[in-house]
């Protein structure tokens, strides 16, 4: 007698496993910059400590990721191999920041239509014949441009922050707004940590820096008296 | 009679999270049609929830020399929606030398939407254009493809506010006020701006720019009407 | 001799009975009547020359590439019927991302070079098929330095300091033989190269040809390039000139 097949094990993506928080992005006076931490939680385990969640993709563009880090990760290794066909072709044209935005959410949407999604929130960021670009995707396939993007817990508490810095920033300023905004959310989201990565893209090029330890104050007299927390004063 | 009490388990039921592959980004789109122009427009908000993602991503697009199409719902619905017109629409001006008439691509557009019927584009849309005629026309659908030819309509988050009124102030419904001229191009455009602001006041989904296509026989103009940011 | 090849020469099938496999032998005439491809691998890298014969005058400058990347570290001269290289260049550039894929390195010159000779190799052994009219040189570096690997119709591959393939290759092998590629850096070898496919190059028979030169080494980034124009203009140059010396010599 034939046996009844048994039913294949679902190997859609339900929910994300290890994931990173917050990417945040800027347009400053002659570039755009990027910035996250390099965690990688699973659940609320800081599991991995230092994971590069920017990615550099041909010349001019740089990609960050929050969300699944598996999922984002298969997404580098194929605009990889993308942008060494692009370049081995050789014929003097080259994919635009905005090319692979475009790209991206192509695939994120046909991802979602067959109900297994790439679980991101990506953030592109290039430069390209002397102007700024600055994208988001979503897992959906949700895509708009923008002069200052934050996913995640960044989008409540970074963005206000960096609305309010605007974009008449020297790439300094940009960067000190980058870092305290990654400080404040640390503060408050429990999915994030102090060592984080910045990248800039300009006409220089792309530059994405090694990750780095941000400082935090903790000497507020409420942090020092541990006895009233939970009390009213 | 009581119906018999039911065993219940101890056992928690287990929680079940699963993908949803749509998203609500709000917003509103609005056209009117004259005797000889159509005015068509959406703000440009790009809202989640009660985050703003972005103040100024366009939900209108121009389809042709004489016709635009204005959709709001799911982003990423709109974003494919729109790219998949354009492409339709590129390939009939190759294969047939010459631009497809608004009226067809309203019916095209209903196709599409029909193809989908099961697994729909999350969309509200509205095209507006002259007809072969030079008449401004509109069109307004639901999200699967069920559309009908008007001379005014709304879409999007802030439609059953500014329904009523376009009700009244456009086809004259429940008032002796009824003009004996029609609205020229430039007071519908007043009005249209008009709506926008006032939605803007009570609708959190519309806000930060209007996009406002005036579509008449000179072509096609673009406007840009700034919204409160709040 | 051709009381030999008589009813043995129509399918790669079949061997004659002094056992050779016509068809292959053929496919390497096509690469023997091609412009000549040669491949240098020196101390710092590899670098890369071909003879691009021009079939017409209208033919528009760089058209019709002869030497094309196949991944970043890895370039491939294509000696022979171009439509039959173009497919091996694309087949070497699949094997090149999918071992890149699969085991997040770059592949190693072996391994692309034996891959794409197994599938040279498979079109010697059907009746339904014909073997490539192309041989390939295949350079670039890998995590054990400069590698240069040539592959034949009949699949056979070999890795070489100094290879040349096509109409001139004899005499350029001759040429090549001189130098001490070991103690060459990739700059100095430029104008050896472009100086061989200038001697090996019949001004009265042959058509008028395009010098195409590409290299890999730290200069070029450790990625196959096509060597600068003004850089190769000037290796051109020292050429002539050295070509015409050795003619006063004489």
Redo the contacts between chains.
Sequence with gaps: MKTKPVAEPST????PIVTGTGVLGIKYNGGVMLACDTLGSYGSLARFRTVKRLEKVGDFTVVGASGDLSDFQKISSMLREMSTSDSAYDDGCNMTPRDIHQYL?RV??NR??K?D?LWNELVVAGFRDGKPFLG?V?L???????DIIATSFG??VC?PLMRKAGTNLSKEEAKQVMENCLRVLYYRNTKSSTKIQIATVSAEGVEIGEPFEISTYWGYSAFQHTEYHGKRL | MQAPQLPTSQVEQPKE???S???N?GGTCLALAGADFCIIAADSR?S?GY?I?????PKVAQLTTKTCIASSG????M??LQKYLKFKIQMYLHQHGKEMSTPAVAQMLATTLYHRRF?PYYTFNIVGGLDQNGEGCVFSYDAIGCFERLKYTVSGSGHALIEPFLDNLVAYKNTDNKPTIERSCDETLELVKDIFSSAGERDIYTGDFVDIYIIDKNGTRYEQFPLKKD | MSSIGTGYDLYTTSYSPDGRVFQVEYAGKAVESSGTAVGVRCKDGVVLGFEKLVISKMLVEGSSRRLLTVDDHVGMAVSGLLADGRQLVNRARDEAASYKEFYGEPIPGKVLAERVAGFVHAYTMYWSVRPFGASVLIGGVDKDGPFLWMIEPSGLTYNYFGCAIGKGKQPAKVEMEKIKLNETTCREVLKEVARIIHSVHDDVKDKDFELELSWICEESGWKHKMVPKELAQQAEEEAKKALEEDMDDE
């Design positions: 859609r993506t339900q929910q959410g994120m949407y979602r239509n109900f999604p988001a979503d959906i396939g949700t895509m708009y441009e923008d989008n409540y963005l | 999270s699963r993908f592959p749509y998203q980004n790009l989640l985050s993602l972005s103040r100024n991503t799911c982003n990423a619905d974003v494919t697994f």
